[in-house]
């Protein structure tokens, strides 16, 4: 009679007295079983569900979430940004409608007073489009708050009806993330079929923004260090956690982002202090970071690899070769993960064992700071010279960034200090509201010391002063206060806790936290925020942590979770039949406001293609219909102004390109456009060099705008292209709006 037939159906087939399986992965799983015993089901939910159950779920929303990185790239492009905003906000309002009709009825409901700060903040985004300096971007920063609070609020309802699913959570970050690397490093390995344009070594498809692919990488890497440290799962499964971390170490490295690594180390610190498989997970990520940094090491010493501007020809053979060597890590990984599994699940160690083994882990984390402090007092500038070396330039605002180049890894300085400098100065310029959401980038120009056109101030926080001010960061900071004291309880972190077990899906609860403090760091250094493919997987993990609530436990053990009830529960309960009603039509009305904008722009586009063909008539009619879909756009007014003029209504095109600075005034371009206008159009110099005049207050740094403000002085004074006109004001009056004349 076989084993498992011996073994009553209420008894483990892990027990002690077990004889030991002989098929290897029995015998990884049993020893994992015998280290500690899974508990029942509870109200808690210590214990899993079965891998069966989880699994077409992992692969569903893996599949979306990389779908997602893919399809948005970096939030910049409308059309791209659009569409994915769209299919959140409907799929997170299904997903809140359908929990609302099949969630438990016991239970109190966690994450409230996050939800209402972050609806809160979604509200103060939405008003600042009345007082925004670029009221459409404002409109568009507003729907990308939406969206995240859309899938927020899909997660708090998910984690109530469905607690139990959090290993597919879990896995589909780790399974979204490794997709992603996989084909970065794809265009490194082929880039004549996949990138035979890039001129940069850095990694950064599929975002077009290396730093979004570096934290990909990094918030994957917690995800794949829970899977090979968990005590439970199978053996095959977990064994893939030591390539997972090596491809995406590499991809981190090989996207040279020092922002990344920070916000990964942080991570990691958080995991090992507060997960309880120190041993385990340091063995995962020793193994993986070894072989990864082997693969770095190599590819750092190839010039073909690792410079910009190379010929491909040269970038197709060192990719080749690079192919090779990651497919030698991951098999290399793959084999290093089965022979500890073997070692482990055969001959487990001793306490002894592991207590030394966790003194020479502390140990050597104790050296690090001391050979680093070593090797600075080795330089020329010294200890404390070196540490205020580095200081002055990460906090020079004239700093010059460093080149692409493996060495700016080693290198602090960085043109952040002059963005966070700029967004400081708008925020004490607009204290209490702000410049708009979404305003940095047009406010910016008044402000900057240089020519490049930068859209955000690569940090939340300081982005978010300058745009809502500081009622909009006490929102902010709220927020976060209470998004830490909901995760404190769900993980039970909180003094009272002390002492209580670490249940597998405590385990998992902390190691989302860690992703979401690696994602919060970069955020802190970064716009990652605007990016989809970072901000969704942080805002999804947090929501979940939030709605957890507490892991109770029972004296006797767990007791049964709360069971759903049946898809018609709503006839006995029509509270649950208006959750799932409003739910909806919340998400239609918030899809209707993030559609607007592009059905804008497209009319926008279409009247400007009808412009290129001489088709006046056309032209105006998709004038009138993107203004008809966003009142707030610019565009409308361009193509609108461009008819006029053609159709000979010179006053009404003057009258359109006026309305165009009544609604941003602090827009040097629409300035710019006016005073244009005037002096080719209507020969009206005195009125154009007022115009311009505004759009050289407004953007003093810029070229072009410089050179056409003395265009107009010379046109205006009658003096000859060759007579060196008179230069432009150091300080002109500042624009007033209400006063623009023809």
């Not at 103060?124 to 969206?147: C, G, K, Y």
């Amino acid at each position: 009679m076989s084993p498992r037939r011996l073994s009553s159906p209420g008894s483990s087939p892990y027990s002690r007295h077990w004889p030991r399986p002989r098929r290897p992965f029995e015998a990884l799983s049993s020893h994992a079983a015998r280290a500690r015993p899974l508990p029942r089901l509870g109200a808690g939910s210590y214990a899993l569900p079965r891998v069966g159950a989880d699994a077409p779920l992992t692969i569903v929303l893996g599949a979306g979430l990389a779908a997602l990185a893919f399809a948005a790239q970096g939030g910049l492009l409308l059309g791209r940004t659009t569409i994915v905003e769209l299919i959140l906000v409907l799929v997170s309002g299904a997903v809140a409608a359908a929990c609302a009709l099949v969630a438990p009825r016991e239970g109190a409901v966690h994450g409230v007073w996050s939800a209402a700060l972050f609806v809160a903040l979604a509200g103060w985004t939405i008003a600042s489009i009345s007082w925004a300096v670029a009221p459409s971007d404002a409109w568009i920063e507003a729907n990308r708050t939406l969206t995240y609070l859309a899938v927020f609020a899909a997660a708090l309802a998910a984690v109530r009806a469905v607690p139990l699913r959090w290993p597919a959570v879990l896995g589909a970050v780790a399974l979204g993330a490794l997709a992603v690397a996989v084909y970065a490093l794809l265009t490194k390995v082929f880039p004549g079929a996949l990138n035979p344009d890039e001129i940069y070594a850095r990694l950064r498809a599929p975002y077009g923004y290396w730093n979004a692919v570096g934290l990909t990488a990094a918030m994957g890497i917690p995800a794949f260090l829970w899977l090979g440290a968990r005590r439970h799962g199978h053996a095959a499964l977990n064994v893939a956690a030591y390539p997972g971390i090596g491809l995406l170490f590499v991809t981190l490295m090989l996207a040279y982002s020092r922002g990344a690594l920070l916000a990964l180390a942080v991570g990691l610190a958080f995991w090992f202090a507060f997960v309880p498989l120190r041993l385990r997970g340091a063995a995962v990520l020793i193994a993986s970071l070894i072989g990864a940094a082997l693969v770095v090491a190599w590819t750092f010493s190839q010039d073909a690899l690792s410079q910009d501007h190379v010929p491909i020809a040269l970038r197709v053979t060192a990719g080749h070769q690079l192919g090779l060597l990651l497919v030698a890590l991951v098999l290399g990984l793959t084999a290093v993960g089965l022979l500890a599994g073997f070692a482990s699940a055969t001959r487990a160690p001793t306490p002894l064992q592991r207590r030394r083994a966790g003194a020479a882990l502390l140990c050597a984390l104790a050296l690090v700071p001391i050979v680093l402090a070593v090797a600075l007092s080795e330089t020329s500038r010294g200890l404390t010279g070196s540490i205020s070396h580095g200081w002055h330039q990460l906090t020079d605002p004239n700093a010059v960034s460093p080149s692409n180049a493996p060495g700016r890894l080693t290198s602090v300085g960085s043109v952040r200090a002059r963005y966070w400098s700029e967004a400081l100065r708008m925020f004490r310029d607009h204290a209490e509201k702000g410049v708009g959401a979404g305003g940095y980038a047009t406010a910016r120009p008044r402000y900057r010391r240089d020519t490049l056109d930068v859209r955000h101030a690569h940090g939340y926080g300081v982005q978010t002063l300058a745009d809502l001010g500081w009622i909009g960061g006490a929102i902010s900071l709220a927020l976060l206060a209470a998004w830490l004291a909901a995760a404190l309880v769900s993980t039970g972190l909180l003094p009272r806790d002390r002492g209580r077990p670490y249940p597998p899906e405590r385990v998992g609860l902390l190691t989302m936290v860690a992703i979401v403090v690696v994602f919060g760091v970069h955020s802190f250094v970064d716009w990652t925020w605007f990016i989809p493919g970072n901000a969704v997987v942080a805002i999804l993990l947090a929501g979940w942590v939030a709605g957890r609530g507490p892991l109770a436990a029972e004296a006797a053990g767990e007791a049964a979770p709360a069971p759903l009830e049946p898809p018609d529960a709503w006839r006995r309960s029509p509270v649950r039949l208006g959750l799932a009603v409003g739910s909806v039509a919340l998400a239609l009305v918030a899809a209707w406001a993030v559609w607007q904008p592009q059905r804008s722009q497209t009319a926008s586009d279409a009247g400007f293609d009808a412009l290129a063909k001489n088709n006046l008539v056309a032209a105006r009619a998709d004038a009138q219909t993107a203004r008809s879909r966003d009142p707030l756009a610019l565009d409308p007014l361009t193509v609108l102004s461009i008819v006029q003029q053609r159709s000979g209504d010179k006053q009404a095109a003057l009258e359109s390109l006026r309305q165009a600075v009544r609604m941003q005034p602090a827009n040097s371009q629409t300035w710019l456009a006016l005073g244009t206008f005037q002096a080719d159009q209507l020969h009206r110099y005195r009125d154009a060099k007022r115009s311009m005049a505004a759009a050289v207050y407004l953007d003093p740094r810029n070229p072009d705008t410089i050179a056409a403000y003395l265009d107009v002085l010379r046109r205006a004074t009658g003096k000859q292209p060759g007579v060196v006109a008179p230069a432009a004001p150091a300080s002109p009056v500042p624009p007033q709006p209400s006063t623009a004349t023809g």
